[in-house]
C-alpha cells in the first residue's frame, strides 16, 4: 500500500472556467511587471554605486502608471456606467489620460538616463544599469498594456 494513494489535490478553482482570457493576461502582465523589477534589482545590486541617485524614480512612476491606467475600467471610459462623481465620464478620461501620460513620461526619462549617461558617454562604465533601467520602464508600461486591454470586461456585470 503506497501512502500517497489518499492524498488528494483539490483542484484549482480560479483556472476551471471557460474563458481564460482574463487569467493569461493577468499571469503575463504579473510576469512583464515583475520581470521589470528583477532587472533593476540586479543592476542594483551587482553595480551599487553605477546608478544614478533618482534613477528608481522612474520606475516608481511607471509603476504609479499601471495603477492609474488599470483602475479605470473601459465601460467608465465610455459613459456607460460611471455617471456620478464631480467630473463624470470626463473626469475617467482624463485620469486615464494622466496614466498614460505618467507611463509615457517614465519610459521617455529612462532611455534619456541609458543614453545620457551610459550610451553617449564614452566612459568604461558598464552599460547594463541603463539598459536595464530601460527594459524596467519598458516591460512595466507593456504589462500595464496587456493589463489594460488583454481583458475582457464581460464577465464582470
Excluded at 503575463?28 to 532587472?39: D, I, N, P, R, Y
Aim: proline share 3%; net charge neutral.
Amino acid at each position: 500500500m503506497n501512502c500517497c494513494e489518499n492524498i488528494s489535490m483539490p483542484s484549482c478553482v480560479w483556472f476551471e472556467s471557460g474563458e481564460k482570457r482574463n487569467i493569461l493576461a493577468s499571469i503575463f502582465a504579473g510576469l512583464l511587471f515583475f520581470s521589470g523589477w528583477w532587472f533593476i534589482i540586479d543592476a542594483a545590486s551587482v553595480y551599487p554605486g553605477n546608478l544614478p541617485d533618482a534613477a528608481h524614480v522612474c520606475g516608481v512612476m511607471a509603476t504609479l502608471s499601471l495603477i492609474m491606467v488599470n483602475s479605470v475600467s473601459n465601460a467608465q471610459v465610455r459613459g456607460e456606467t460611471y455617471t456620478g462623481g464631480c467630473m463624470g465620464p470626463r473626469g475617467a478620461r482624463l485620469w486615464l489620460f494622466l496614466g498614460f501620460v505618467v507611463g509615457f513620461a517614465s519610459l521617455i526619462a529612462s532611455c534619456w538616463i541609458l543614453f545620457a549617461n551610459y550610451v553617449h558617454a564614452g566612459n568604461n562604465k558598464s552599460t547594463w544599469p541603463g539598459v536595464s533601467l530601460f527594459l524596467q520602464n519598458a516591460l512595466i508600461f507593456a504589462g500595464s498594456l496587456v493589463y489594460k486591454f488583454g481583458r475582457t470586461e464581460d464577465l464582470w456585470g
